[in-house]
């Protein structure tokens, strides 16, 4: 995180920024000889937009730092100009340097707390990071591990009160930046099993310091195995996803992101970009590139992309990559599949449905994204009557949308019983489950279906069914 780059941030980020395609992309070719589906429902297709638009949790963010000289407290209103220049994340990077060997200051701590209420007001979540200093000539580079502990534990009652704004943690606290390599307390270049006993003690902290649904991102996945005692074979598998075990918590942040072909070092052969691959399939992988070379190219990023299942990317730095893409072409579409990208491309339902009898709806969900929605989300099939709009049936199907990966067609099945004959609208929502950010269709997943969107409460549109 070069800080002089940080000096264009907002004009970069408000000329890049936009809820609206520079270009769409052309609508799939229909098929030309569909097949009749004679299984007894009326089938209604949707049609894919490939607007561009906010969604919670996912995509490019932009970057503010906090320094403990002079912390500034970012207003409600400037996150939600953020939100309106059409990002959803921000990273915080909160820079302890006052604190290398003392406790922080109560007002710091109400620094991190504002800068965080903030956010439920402007519309936004955070990626978050703590670190010691922003400079490699500053000494030390971070505290000892005793205090480390220590900070930890005086910020974990603003991790819990904030965690619904919380996207992700970033490990930090270790090194330059936080990126747990220029070091000066712990281990620098650690190579036997007992120079990780102090990272390992990091985040046993953190992880117990955030609520268990919530992930820590770690910066190669060699620092996931080795503070574990984890090998290469020991990747996440579905069983074990989203259990609130350490395992399925630590993620990855990749902050040399596209810089060569092991970026600077994150992967050590390919054996361990595989395990990365297994691993971001269950949980989150982000972060910044940062440096120009002819490697971050289109085709190359694209496919580090998809391999990945990259959440989010610093859309501030590095400006030469991002301007590479914008040349290439392929920064549009990496705006709308970072992170997920879902839509429906059918719903089914019972033909001719008569009051008082079963109603049985089938749909379709896709996800062009290059990942799935990797924090809890609540999912709700509404079925409102047109003539009574307070005539509301809500049921929760038996499906996770964390599981909503990009290579499978994903299946949701409920069945309504509706009383009254008449006209109803069927909808399908997807609130955040934390309750100061249930109401708010600013954290509500919008599908990528064109005249389904309702921007007042959330919901998307499906299909209009007449009961007899």
Request: aromatic share 12%.
């Amino acid at each position: 995180m070069k800080n002089a780059y940080y000096l264009f941030v907002l004009l970069f980020v408000f000329a890049l920024a936009a809820c609206n395609p520079e270009q769409p992309k052309p609508e799939p070719e229909p098929d030309p000889d569909p097949k009749p589906v004679n299984d007894g429902m009326r089938h209604d297709s949707l049609t894919v937009t490939y607007d561009l638009f906010c969604n919670p949790e996912r995509g490019f963010h932009i970057f503010k730092e906090f320094h403990s000289p002079n912390p500034e407290s970012m207003s409600a209103y400037a996150i939600k100009n953020i939100y309106e220049t059409g990002y959803t994340l921000v990273l915080y990077n909160f820079y302890l340097e006052n604190y290398r060997d003392t406790l922080i200051a109560d007002s710091y701590l109400d620094v991190v707390r504002n800068n965080l209420q903030v956010l439920r007001t402007g519309g936004c979540k955070c990626v978050l990071r703590f670190a010691y200093t922003s400079s490699e000539s500053q000494v030390p580079h971070d505290a000892p591990l005793d205090l480390v502990l220590q900070h930890i534990a005086q910020i974990k009652p603003i991790l819990q009160e904030y965690s619904d704004v919380i996207f992700t943690m970033e490990a930090g606290f270790v090194g330059v930046w936080g990126e747990w390599y220029y070091t000066t307390n712990f281990k620098y270049q650690p190579n036997l099993d007992e120079d990780f006993v102090g990272r390992r003690q990091v985040l046993d902290a953190l992880l117990e310091a955030l609520p268990q649904d919530r992930m820590v991102c770690v910066r190669t996945p060699e620092f996931k195995m080795r503070c574990y005692g984890w090998g290469l074979a020991d990747t996440l598998t579905r069983a074990e996803a989203y259990t609130g075990t350490p395992k399925a918590r630590l993620a990855s942040h990749d902050d040399a992101f596209m810089a060569d072909a092991s970026d600077m070092g994150t992967f050590h052969g390919n054996n361990q970009r595989a395990y990365w691959a297994a691993e971001t399939r269950y949980t989150i992988y982000g972060g910044e590139s940062c440096r120009a070379t002819s490697y971050a190219n289109c085709e190359n990023t694209l496919a580090q992309m998809e391999d990945l299942h990259i959440s989010y990317l610093n859309i501030s730095y590095h400006k030469g990559v991002i301007n590479g893409w914008q040349k290439g072409g392929c920064l549009d579409d990496f705006r709308r599949r970072i992170g997920y990208r879902l839509y429906a491309t059918d719903v089914a339902t019972t033909k001719d449905p008569k009051a008082g009898e079963d109603l049985k709806v089938v749909l379709t969900i896709e996800n062009e994204g290059f990942s799935s929605p990797k924090n809890p989300r609540e999912i709700h099939m509404l079925l409102i009557n047109k003539s009574d709009a307070k005539d509301i049936t809500s049921i929760t199907p038996d499906s996770d949308p964390r599981f909503w990966d990009p290579e499978n067609e994903h299946k949701v099945t409920v069945t309504f019983h509706p009383e009254k004959a008449g006209e109803y609208n069927l909808y399908l929502y997807l609130p955040d489950p934390q309750p100061t950010l249930h109401n708010d269709p600013r954290y509500s997943i919008r599908l990528a279906n064109e005249n389904c969107w309702d921007d007042k409460t959330g919901y998307n549109y499906l299909t209009t069914i007449t009961v007899e």
